[in-house]
């Protein structure tokens, strides 16, 4: 059986696959637009994603988004009731804060709790009627 493995990048995270099968190469390439197609409306690295205007109008406005990242943010919610907070995808304060790019030591514990304090996941606002996001 044929088999191909490839490598990439997409939402600053490295990824592979094994795909097996005589159409491995096709199955790739549609995988791959896919995720290039998630990563435009995801990526909170793109300033035109459906996250970055999210994010940027945040207290401010709703905006209309992509029914794709609607269904994302919606199955977030529940994974945040689900674990009762464990996991929240409003981490994106933390994110900055932490910084973990740049920098040389981690925040201190009483910045990583006052982030922690503003991440309330009843601040994210869904509306299906018009498919838009409130933050």
């Known amino acids: 059986m044929q088999a191909i493995e490839k490598h990439f990048s997409l939402m600053n995270t490295l990824g592979s696959c094994k795909i097996f099968g005589a159409e491995a190469e096709e199955a790739f390439l549609a995988m791959k637009a896919e ?6 409306l995801l ?5 035109h994603s459906d996250v970055s205007k999210i994010n ?10 992509d029914r794709a990242t609607f269904e994302v943010l919606k199955r ?6 689900l674990s009762e907070g464990l996991f929240t995808i409003l981490i994106g ?11 040389k030591e981690k925040p201190s514990q009483a910045a990583i ?9 009843t601040d994210l606002v869904l509306c299906e009627k018009d498919c838009s996001v409130l933050l």
């Open 76 to 81: 977030a919610q529940e994974f945040t009731t």
């Open 93 to 103: 304060p933390l994110v900055d804060l932490w910084n973990y790019k740049r920098a």
């Open 113 to 121: 709790q006052q982030v922690l304090s503003l991440l309330d996941p």
């Open 35 to 40: 995720l290039c197609r998630l990563e435009d």
């Open 43 to 47: 990526s909170r690295y793109q300033r």
């Open 56 to 65: 940027r109008a945040a207290g401010r406005k709703a905006v209309k988004v």
